[in-house]
Structures are given as structure tokens and as C-alpha cells.
């Protein structure tokens, strides 16, 4: 029997390509969206709906599936606010595995960050490390948090930090060995791949740090 998998961030980067992926993959008969807007893809496996993330609380009946995986990331230039950063950043992700627990959806896996802590200064991190440890209090049975470094991929939106910091990494080949290893960029869809991957897997790691998307993109080519 073909599963069923929830998306939530289609519309991201990461989501997107994980989207792409999930419609070519046959052991998936139905791709389910939540979003505030579309992901402009048609396909018959694709169910959409168009909602307010931050009110998913709402949608207990619809949020069924074998797999979710969160894609959902803002950034500090496109969400100045802190409140609002946070109910993004940690909020949806929270929510999405409070319904997990709900419905007994056996797989959650959500995009994280490198440096994710939450007793972090930098706020960013420690948002990213508190949605972490609440995540992980609803005990789904396969839970896996990807920690990427910096995501690469074509974004409709220019992000002048990370642009200079790939050209940095891209003149840095020490980046792809010994210890500063886990610094290396890695594209979106090696993130995505790797998301699948883990879903289909019995994989027993729970944190998947920057490395080991890698090593898992690659051993799936």
C-alpha cells in the first residue's frame, strides 16, 4: 500500500525540491500541503490546503498521514520581529508534532540548524535548539532533526550573507575535510533526499548533523 506524507514549507527551497522528489518517488500515492500559499504544482497525488500555519491546531482531522516533514524556516531580513520569528521558527514545527502525537503519526522529520541550542546567546540558535527539545518531548516514534550549515539552492529571494559566505566556502577546500567538515554548504536537495531517505529507513540517530546529510545524499544517488 503507497503511504501518504504531509509537507509543511512546499513553497520554501527545501520543500519544494522535497516536493519534487516525493511526486517521482511510487512508494508515495499522495502528497499532502499545508500552506498559507501555493506551491503551484499540479499533480494528482497532491492534496492542498491553504490555511494559516499559524493556526494548524485547527486542522486535527485533515493533518493524517504515515510521514510529515517540516521544511518550515524564516530568516531575520524577512522576519524582523522576534515574536513573529519565533512562532515561525518554533511554533509550526511544535504544533506539527503535537499533532503527530494526536493522530499517531509514526515519522516527523524537521529541518533544524547547525548550532541549534537552546541555551544558545544567539538568538536564532536557541530558538532553533528550544524547538528541538519540544519536539522531541512528544516522543514520536521516528523522530530525525536535520542540521544543516548553510542550505544552498536558487532562492527567489537574494540573501547577501549567505552569497558571501558561499563564495568564502567555495575558496576554503578545507572546508570539505577534518573538523571544519561540518561547516560545508549543502544544497537543498541533498537535504531533501536525505529526508526521505530517513523516513524509509529504521534508522536509529536522531539528530543528523551537516556530514552525515552528506554522507546519506550520496549513498542514495
Known sequence: MKKTAIILGA???????????????????????????????????????????????RYEQEFKADEVFCCIGTTKAKTPDKQTYKAIDYGIPVSAARLCKINNIPTFIVVSALGAKKKSTFFYNRIKG????????????????????????QRREKRTGEWFFKQLASAMPFLKVGPLKKYQPVPASKIAKAMIHLANSNSQEVRIKNPKIHEIADAND
Open 11 to 57: 513553497t520554501g527551497l527545501t520543500g519544494n525540491l522535497l516536493l519534487q522528489q516525493l511526486l517521482k518517488d511510487e512508494r508515495y500515492g499522495q502528497i499532502i500541503l499545508f500552506s498559507r500559499k501555493s506551491s503551484d504544482t499540479k499533480d494528482p497525488k497532491i492534496k492542498e490546503y491553504l490555511i494559516d500555519l499559524f493556526e494548524l491546531y
Open 130 to 153: 528550544l524547538m528541538e527539545k519540544d519536539v522531541l518531548k512528544y516522543d514520536i516514534k521516528n523522530t530525525y532533526i536535520l542540521q544543516p550549515s548553510l542550505i544552498e539552492g
